[in-house]
């Protein structure tokens, strides 16, 4: 399995951004998908997650109502989108895939299999 993270940038804060992940598999439905981010000196942090049948969906409390796991099965995508974005959003954001058969989020970057490589998003003040 590959992915492919894009759509990172430079935004002012208040600002808006859609990440893509972009993934080479037939039903992306039957993943479980992820996404992280890790800031300097901190640790990878799932900050959405959605199980695998589009069932259930977990936000960190830092990004609730301004966040929004999504998927798109016919184009094999999964997205992010950030709104009201914070300084304090400023990080790596990578997407993840667990392929296991089990209708759970997984929030544990320890427990997904495929990564993608990563988009920087910078929030400025």
């Known amino acids: 399995v590959q992915l492919q993270a894009s759509g990172g940038g430079l935004v002012q804060a208040g600002g808006s951004l859609r990440l893509s992940c972009a993934a080479s598999v037939r039903n992306l439905n039957n993943y479980a998908v992820g996404w992280f981010r890790q800031a300097p000196g901190k640790e990878r942090e799932c900050v959405a997650a959605?199980?695998?049948?589009?069932?259930?969906?977990y936000y960190a409390d830092s990004v609730k109502g301004r966040f929004a796991i999504s998927r798109d099965n016919a184009k094999s995508t999964a997205y992010l989108q950030m709104n009201s974005l914070k300084p304090e959003d400023t990080a790596v954001y990578y997407c993840?895939?667990?392929?296991?058969?089990?209708?759970?989020?997984?929030?544990?970057?320890?427990?997904?299999?495929?990564w993608g490589q990563g988009t920087q998003v910078t929030v400025s003040s």
């Open positions: 993840a895939v667990d392929p296991r058969r089990r209708v759970v989020v997984v929030t544990s970057f320890t427990e997904y299999d495929y």
């Open positions: 959605i199980s695998r049948s589009l069932t259930i969906t």
